[in-house]
């Protein structure tokens, strides 16, 4: 069975910093391809940031420079660290887990940033 666990989530004010972590099981971590998205209420889910199987990264624009994704591939787990948050950045904040045509996701972990 795939589970993929996010934590770290939670209400912080503005300015401040916040470390998601998501926890796997039940894949082979290190051939996926790891992502952060986000979705607030009333939008769409967005992504977030992306983090290849051999360590590339990328970022949505409106988190360059604040956000940093990483992976441990010993662990299997998959890291956000987010900083310099803005009101902008509540959302319910999402794992996922990608290969090929498979795709997991994580039940999400709830970041409010207050003004």
């Known amino acids: 069975q795939v589970t993929l666990v996010e934590s770290g989530g939670g209400l912080v004010q503005a300015g401040g910093s916040l470390r998601l972590s998501c926890v796997t099981s039940?894949?082979?971590?290190?051939?996926?391809?790891m992502g952060w998205y986000r979705q607030a209420p009333g939008n769409q889910r967005e992504l977030v940031a992306t983090?290849?199987?051999?360590?590339?990264?990328n970022y949505a624009d409106s988190v360059k420079g604040r956000f940093t994704i990483s992976r441990d591939n010993a662990k299997k787990n998959v890291y956000l660290q987010m900083n310099s948050l803005k009101p902008e950045d509540t959302a319910m904040y999402y794992c996922?887990?990608?290969?090929?045509?498979?795709?997991?996701w994580g039940r999400g972990t709830q970041v409010t940033v207050s003004s």
């Open positions: 983090i290849s199987s051999g360590g590339s990264t």
């Open positions: 039940g894949i082979t971590f290190s051939l996926y391809d």
């Open positions: 996922n887990a990608v290969r090929i045509s498979i795709m997991y």
